[in-house]
């Protein structure tokens, strides 16, 4: 089996391209002597000739000239590989990939992917959805993620970006409005459309579950939009952070109320690996820190509201 190196690659290409030894050699800090005696030798291990020796000059053989064209290629590309290896390590190139909880309101993304780009234009900015965040995140399928919930995870980092609150969406006219705020015991018995799967919710396993409370029905719906238009047809309530209902609460297409005296206030994280050896990442979390500070701590408390009026 034939063992070549880099550095035949080099020596045959240098020599087709200047076509004489004693310059070829210069070119790559070699004596002449040095310079023959590596062609000599890998002229022998190949078993015929790259090039004819003549007074004036070195010429390619017909399996010179293969040899060439495929040893450009390969040292082409092998340039290519390192300049694009020094981009990576210098953080000038590169991937970064978010995944955003599907019932957070992002409205910051389109600010934040503006400025994270002019500062850095060789990193591609993707914003996946995945089924599991802390999952992907573990398994390094995606570099953030912005979670609702600060799950204990090694090695997973946690920023706090800005504050929400979980409220009952209702109907107009739902008996439930007569209510200053919704209960858990209320829920019993009730028409619930919901964006996640019940069991693995952290409405169930806060609320629901440790009360023993059962619903009428339960409905597993992934589109927020679908959700809002359901509900202010009738067919029933949800639970879903106010960020994302502030539209159709504002032209009166739905009601809500604060769940519990205190209302269900939460924090929106971005959760990450500190140790990630991107060093644009943490730009990027200076930039959602900062856009995310500019906006509203979070929505008026519901209760407030009421006290209000």
């Known amino acids: ?8 690659l080099r020596l045959v290409s240098t020599i087709a391209e200047v076509g004489n030894l004693t310059r070829a050699a210069h070119m790559l800090c070699l004596s002449q002597p040095a310079m023959s005696k590596q062609l000599a030798e890998l002229e022998e291990r190949l078993g015929f000739a790259l090039f004819h020796r003549t007074r004036k000059a070195m010429c390619l053989t017909e399996p010179g000239v293969d040899f060439h064209a495929r040893a450009r290629k390969i040292l082409g590309d092998m340039d290519a590989l390192e300049t694009e290896l ?19 309101h992002a409205g910051w993304l389109p600010s934040v992917m503006k400025k994270f780009r002019t500062r850095h234009p060789g990193i591609e900015l993707e914003v996946r959805h995945v089924p599991e965040l802390l999952t992907s995140l ?15 995870t090694p ?6 970006l800005n504050e929400d609150e979980m409220v009952a969406v209702l109907p107009p006219a739902h008996p439930l409005l007569r209510k200053e705020c919704i209960s858990v015991h ?20 806060r609320y629901l579950y440790p009360n023993r409370v059962s619903l009428g029905s339960f409905h597993h719906i992934q589109s927020i939009d679908a959700i809002i238009k359901l509900v202010q047809a009738g067919e029933g309530m949800s639970i879903l952070p106010k960020r994302m ?15 519990g005296q205190e209302g269900f206030v939460f924090t929106w994280y971005a959760a990450l690996f500190p140790e990630s050896e991107k060093p644009y990442l943490s730009d990027f979390i200076g930039l959602l820190k900062s856009t995310v ?15 209000k009026k």
């Open 186 to 205: 209320d829920l019993a018995g009730a028409d619930m459309l919901y964006y996640f799967e019940l069991e693995q919710s952290y409405l169930y396993r």
């Open 1 to 8: 089996m034939l063992r070549l190196e880099i550095k035949h």
């Open 245 to 259: 209902v502030q539209e159709a609460l504002g032209k009166g297409e739905i009601e809500v109320r604060p769940i």
């Open 86 to 104: 020094k981009r990576y390590g210098k953080g000038t190139t590169g991937k970064l990939r978010i995944s955003i909880d599907s019932v957070h």
């Open 155 to 160: 090695g997973v980092d946690y920023i706090p």
């Open 138 to 152: 573990r398994q390094r399928e995606i570099d953030v993620a912005v979670i609702g919930e600060a799950i204990e």
């Open 293 to 307: 500070a500019n906006i509203p701590e979070r929505p008026e408390s519901m209760t407030a509201a009421a006290r």
